[in-house]
C-alpha cells in the first residue's frame, strides 16, 4: 500500500508559477513509478507527467511540455510538478499517483494508488 497526499495547490495568475508536491508513505518508494494527472470540471482525468523509479526518465504531456517538470527526491519519498507559465486551461484537480509497473505510463488505469488531489486555479 502506498498513502499520497498532494500539497501546493492555489490561485495564480496566467504566466506565474506553482509547484505541487505529493508525500508518499508506506511501500518502498522508489519501487514505484510516480505520474501526475489533472482533471477540470466536465472533462476526464488527463495524463500531465511521469517519472521513473530513480527519477533518471520522465514523461509529459504534450500540452505541458517544456513548461511543467516533474521530479522526485526518494530520500524524502516526494515527488514534484514544476509547473510554470501557467495557463488558464491549466486550472484543474491535480492528482499524483503510483504505479508498480514499469515504462512510465500513460494511463491512469495503470496507476495502483491515488491521492485525493490538490486544485490549481489560473486566472487570466
Known amino acids: 500500500q502506498v498513502q499520497l497526499v498532494e500539497s501546493g495547490g492555489g490561485l495564480v495568475q496566467a504566466g506565474g508559477s506553482l509547484r505541487l508536491s505529493c508525500a508518499a508513505s508506506?511501500?518502498?518508494?522508489?519501487?514505484?513509478?510516480m505520474g501526475w494527472f489533472r482533471q477540470a470540471p466536465g472533462k476526464e482525468r488527463e495524463f500531465v507527467a511521469a517519472?521513473?523509479?530513480?527519477?533518471?526518465?520522465?514523461f509529459y504531456a504534450d500540452s505541458v511540455k517544456g513548461r511543467f517538470t516533474i521530479s522526485r527526491d526518494n530520500a524524502k519519498n516526494t515527488v514534484y510538478l514544476q509547473m510554470d507559465s501557467l495557463k488558464p486551461e491549466d486550472t484543474a484537480v491535480y492528482y499524483c499517483?503510483?504505479?508498480?509497473?514499469?515504462?512510465?505510463?500513460?494511463?491512469?488505469?495503470?496507476?495502483?494508488?491515488w491521492g485525493q488531489g490538490t486544485q490549481v486555479t489560473v486566472s487570466s
Open positions: 499517483a503510483a504505479t508498480t509497473d514499469s515504462g512510465l505510463a500513460y494511463y491512469a488505469s495503470r496507476y495502483d494508488y
Open positions: 508506506g511501500r518502498t518508494f522508489s519501487s514505484v513509478e
Open positions: 517519472i521513473s523509479r530513480r527519477g533518471g526518465r520522465t
